[in-house]
């Protein structure tokens, strides 16, 4: 049974290009985490999905970042017009959600290197 | 919003002994979570564990949410446990998780 997937591992971006990031869940989860990890910090949320919808993005910066998480396919962040301060590594968690069962598994990440 | 804090920031042993991490937490959880983050960078699910004690192997964790904390034991400790360890609780039911800043394990031979 795969866990969380994450692609690619390794980012590195010019200041001002655009940075995909992608996330498959686990297999039988339909709720999607990401979270950003700064240098030599914790991790920190940034938005909330499930299939087609959007269900907290409170943690997200107001310009240059977006995420989805379509009816097909993996879900997605978009972060436009990269800056160094997005250096950081990005994790994707998926759940299940079922019942009061909230635990999260988290993918290997996705380190952005901006230059 | 809720706080979490993890203690000690930084901790170093030498193989085999045995250590406590705790997590304090502001605020009534639905969920917490401890995870070990490896030197390669990778979350590693250690507990699921809202509230009681779980054991697993050589790591064991309590949580005890009306007085809100709780506490990941390590015994025996290896080479392969050094790295970082979080706490991170949920308040909602499948929301977000709140990490704590981590504590820093370094086992030396």
């Known amino acids: 049974n795969a866990g969380v997937m994450q692609n690619p591992r390794h980012l590195v971006r010019r200041r001002g290009q655009e940075a995909r990031l992608r996330c498959s869940p686990m297999?039988?989860?339909?709720?999607v985490y990401w979270y950003r990890q700064l240098p030599e910090e914790g991790l920190k949320f940034m938005v909330y999905l499930q299939k087609e919808n959007i269900i907290d993005e409170s943690g997200m910066p107001k310009e240059r970042f977006s995420a989805e998480f379509p009816k097909e396919g993996p879900s997605i962040l978009r972060i436009q017009q990269v800056v160094r301060g997005d250096s950081a590594a990005y994790f994707c968690?998926?759940?299940?959600?079922?019942?009061?069962?909230?635990?999260?598994?988290f993918g290997p990440g996705t380190r952005l290197t901006v230059t | 919003g809720i706080q979490v804090e993890q203690s000690p920031p930084d901790l170093i042993l030498q193989e085999g002994a045995n250590s406590t991490l705790r997590c304090n937490f502001s605020?009534?959880?639905?969920?917490l979570q401890w995870f070990h983050q490896n030197p390669w960078g990778q979350l590693i699910n250690l507990f699921y564990i809202p509230s009681g004690t779980k054991q697993n192997g050589r790591l064991s964790a309590t949580t005890v949410a009306t007085e809100r904390y709780s506490l990941l034991y390590i015994s025996s400790s290896q080479t392969t446990d050094s790295g970082v360890y979080f706490c991170?609780?949920?308040?909602?039911?499948?929301?977000?998780?709140?990490f704590g800043e981590g504590t820093q394990l370094t086992v030396n031979p």
């Open positions: 605020d009534s959880v639905n969920n």
């Open positions: 991170a609780v949920e308040q909602g039911s499948g929301s977000r998780l709140t």
């Open positions: 968690a998926s759940s299940a959600n079922r019942g009061s069962i909230s635990e999260q598994y």
């Open positions: 297999k039988g989860h339909s709720h």
